[in-house]
């Protein structure tokens, strides 16, 4: 039976846990998992046995009195195969450092610390912040920022936790792995993405529809956008695996997804002069996307010149920016913008 609520109070219910549907791939790893030691969750009182669910996301709100903040995205993980799914697919290892973005509870944390990650955690609410920081009091494989992601200095932060990271073999790199605020999907992205100096590997967990329209848009599909190009200029992105919508509390009204970017050396981006030029004819092209090049990228260059540019690229002279690949635009920014 669920608990009741008293009048005036912010305690949550506790509901009958919902059935959480696993791919065969979660199915395998969960039988090996049944098979290999139990795992302990480190607390604030000790080690406890059982792996985060509905009921222990709740008791964790519940200790401070919190329900989740639609302006924040807050959507928490209740099924821990799922945040099993997300170490794996990141290839999390003893000694690894790893950024996560919107711990909440500390379901994520916890088994990227059981993994043997040494974790930066950035918290936007301190009530979060909190939880997680007195959840995990008792190790010294986590550090938690309460600042605004898409504020905050990342790049400084996590240099700095790398420098500081209690290892004989510093890791030059770290990786992302994250369940993220909905809302702020496609900040961290363009955050992130373009540090590969710093990030080896970044694994998210989004809604579904951006990581479709990140990762699988195709040419000529009104989904294809200048994201797609920063995508593809900074990494190589790859869909993983659908999460179905009942895996969440609250449930959101959309299904999430699994996707990966593996981030590129400042050696391996396409060559153009600029990157700041090149991604301003990128989104010039795209403001105007049902217009063709030859008018929309006139503040560039005249018609004539553009035309030309586009016929020693290969391309028709009524070419529409939808219809570019990231090559394509390389050699055409090559071609036009000379710096």
Known sequence: MAATLKAGSHLLPLQPIPPYPLSPSSRSRTRARHRREESYIACSKGLRRS???????????????????????????????????????????????????????????????????????????????????ERFAKTNR????????????????????LASTDSVMKPRCAKVVANIPFNISTDVVKQILPMGDIFSEVVLLLQEETAVRLVVSALRTSEYRPINIFVNFYSVPEYKF???????????????????????????YPPVSSTRSFFSMVNSAFNGKRKMLRKSLQHLCT??????????????????PGELTLDDFVNLHNLMVKD
């Open 242 to 268: 659908n999460v179905p919508r009942m895996n969440f509390f609250p449930q959101p009204n959309v299904d999430a997804a699994v996707v990966t970017f593996r981030l590129k050396k400042a050696a391996d």
């Open 51 to 133: 792996p985060d669910d509905y009921h222990a996301t709740l008791r964790a709100l519940n200790s401070k009195g919190r329900t989740p903040r639609k302006s924040l995205g807050q959507h928490y993980m209740l099924n821990n195969d799922i945040n099993e799914q997300l170490v794996n697919t990141a290839g999390v290892k003893e000694g690894d450092v790893v950024l996560e973005i919107g711990p909440g509870t500390g379901s994520l944390t916890n088994v990227l610390i059981g993994a043997g990650a040494t974790v930066l955690a950035i918290e936007k609410d301190p009530n979060m912040a909190s939880i997680v920081t």
């Open 303 to 320: 018609a004539v010149e553009i035309e030309k540019a586009l016929e020693e690229v290969g391309l028709p002279a009524t070419s529409r």
């Open 142 to 161: 986590l550090k938690v920022l309460q600042e605004d992601f898409v504020r905050c200095h990342i790049h400084s932060h996590m240099s700095s936790f």
